[in-house]
């Protein structure tokens, strides 16, 4: 793998901090602002490589902790990696697996030098530093990885939530040495911690952002906060931010998420939302979220929606996939899986398209007004709070 890695601004929202770029990467170009559909186990769910280009995903996230545990990483290596192993040519971005030791793994301990801990699999023990996290990441060889941090809880006290940020600023500077040791070719970004303390988040944004990281990741975010104290935060990251990197807001997110994070000056968007709520019967609409189960679907003859270019959508009625949904047909994942991924990178090609066009504040407005984030309840209720939360944005 060469040791290409550029990020260029292709166009600048004059109102809002959204931009429109351009990722170049070993495994090819990716156009922000992007979402890249999660392969937690090495693969997203139901879908396969091939579907995943149909659909044009352009970079797809693996976990570092799931493929530490299972099939392990040095199997990986000797399968060449992990875009041989997995057949999948384009970029990849592996998360450092902080997150999931402190939302899945047992009995951990922490110290300086890093964490141990009980696997969620099988209870053995693991360790894990800055610079075993480096040497795995280099035997799965994304082109993008992400260093060791520490995820405060949330809620969380102020002086718990400072001693984890720097303690994670300290690993993520162990992280750095380590990655030029084992693979310098692999494009390394930094992760924004500081929970939800405004002074931290500026802090952390400001003291990784001079690090020589490619790419700032921001982490401990959308860990169970009303939506309204993640978009606070940003407002103290991304000023802090140096402009000439890729921001990637780790862990998020819905479609709503994809239009207000792009306006928080957010370019890269990941999260397993899309494919689980598929395999619930959740399918986006460009009128909101929808449940594929409900009756009204039974007899409809048109496709999940009108104006989706996905394969589901180009090739079978809604009355079949609802069909399919309500008979737990396997097909239905895949189905399901596909149009939800594509709507999500459709959005995220109209959102550029809007940046490029200079009216991304008019599209963010227009699309907030017709969708409807989740349930089909009280949508009038839904619609209310939607508005608020796009006003105080305006107000920002
Ligand atoms: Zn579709």
Redesign the pocket.
């Known amino acids: 793998m060469s040791s290409f890695f550029n990020f260029t601004i292709d166009a600048e929202c004059p109102d809002t901090w959204a931009r429109a770029g351009t990722i170049q990467t070993p495994h090819g170009t990716i156009q922000t602002p992007i979402f890249m559909p999660v392969g937690t186990q090495a693969t997203v769910k139901s879908v396969s490589p091939e579907e995943l280009h149909e659909a044009k995903a352009q970079i797809i996230l693996a976990n570092t902790y799931h493929l530490m545990l299972r099939p392990g990483s040095q199997l990986i290596a000797d399968f060449g990696g992990l875009h041989s192993f997995m057949h999948w040519d384009g970029p990849i971005l592996t998360d450092s697996g902080g997150f999931q030791v402190w939302s899945l793994g047992h009995m951990r301990k922490l110290n300086e030098d890093g964490v141990v801990f009980k696997s969620h699999i099988d209870g053995s023990i693991h360790t894990l530093t800055p610079e075993r996290v480096m040497q795995i990441e280099a035997e799965i060889g994304a082109d993008i990885v992400l260093p060791l941090d520490i995820c405060a809880p949330y809620p969380c006290a102020p002086a718990e939530a400072r001693k984890a940020m720097e303690w994670t600023h300290r690993w993520e500077e162990r992280a750095l040495v380590e990655k030029e040791r084992q693979r310098p070719e692999q494009t390394l970004f930094g992760i924004v911690q500081g929970a939800f303390e405004p002074e931290l988040r500026a802090q952390s944004a400001h003291t990784i952002g001079a690090m020589p990281f490619q790419g700032l990741s921001i982490g401990g975010l959308s860990v169970g906060e009303p939506k309204q104290e993640m978009w606070e935060m940003l407002k103290h990251v991304t000023p802090n931010l140096p402009r000439d990197k890729p921001r990637h807001l780790l862990g998020v997110g819905s479609p709503e998420d994809l239009v207000f994070g792009v306006g928080m000056g957010m370019d890269m968007f990941d999260c397993v939302l899309p494919t689980r709520v598929a395999r619930h019967g959740g399918l986006f609409t460009n009128t909101g979220r929808v449940s594929i189960k409900k009756a009204r679907f039974r007899t409809e003859h048109g ?3 009108a104006e ?1 270019d ?1 394969y ?2 180009r090739t079978y009625s809604a009355a079949y996939v609802h069909h399919l949904a309500r008979t737990e047909e396997q097909l239905y994942y895949r189905l399901g899986s596909i ?1 939800n991924i ?2 999500m990178l459709r959005l995220a090609e109209q959102l550029r398209n809007s940046i490029l066009n200079n009216n991304y504040p008019a599209f963010r407005d227009e699309f907030l007004e017709r969708y409807i984030p989740a349930s089909e309840e009280s949508r009038e209720s839904q619609r209310e709070k939607w508005k608020a939360a796009a006003q105080a944005r305006h107000n920002t």
């Open positions: 496709p999940i929606d989706c996905c589901t959508c149009h594509r709507f």
